[in-house]
C-alpha cells in the first residue's frame, strides 16, 4: 500500500513563507507527477503545482513566481516552497503522486492546512 505524508502547513501572516513536504512509501516501482493541490470548503480542489519525473513544471497562474515546486527522487518527496504568501492562498494543502507498480495510479496525501492572516 501507498501512503502520502504531507507535513509544514501551518499559520503565517501575509508577506511570509512555508514549505510543505510530502513524502511517499510502500509498494511501488517508479512515481511519475507529483503534485500540490489545494481546497477551501465549499470550493473545488485545484492544480497549484506539478512537476513530472523529467522535472517539467506547471504552476495555477495565481502562484506563478510566488511559489516552487521541487522534488527529491531518492527520497520520494515532493516539496512546494511558498513565499509572499497572500490570505487567499489560505486552504487546505493535498499532495498527489502518479504511482507505477503492476498498474498506474494516482494516490492523495491527508491534507495539510496552510492559513495567511491579513
Known amino acids: 500500500q501507498v501512503q502520502l505524508v504531507e507535513s509544514g502547513g501551518g499559520l503565517v501572516q501575509a508577506g511570509g513563507s512555508l514549505r510543505l513536504s510530502c513524502a511517499v512509501s510502500g509498494s511501488m516501482l517508479s512515481i511519475g507527477v507529483m503534485g500540490w493541490y489545494r481546497q477551501n470548503r465549499g470550493k473545488r480542489r485545484e492544480l497549484v503545482a506539478a512537476l513530472t519525473s523529467a522535472r517539467s513544471t506547471n504552476y495555477a497562474d495565481s502562484v506563478k513566481g510566488r511559489f516552487t515546486i521541487s522534488r527529491d527522487n531518492a527520497k520520494n518527496t515532493v516539496y512546494l516552497q511558498m513565499n509572499s504568501l497572500k490570505p487567499e492562498d489560505t486552504a487546505v494543502y493535498y499532495c498527489?503522486?502518479?504511482?507505477?507498480?503492476?498498474?498506474?495510479?494516482?494516490?492523495w496525501g491527508q491534507g495539510t492546512q496552510v492559513t495567511v492572516s491579513s
Open positions: 498527489n503522486a502518479e504511482v507505477f507498480g503492476s498498474s498506474r495510479q494516482n494516490f
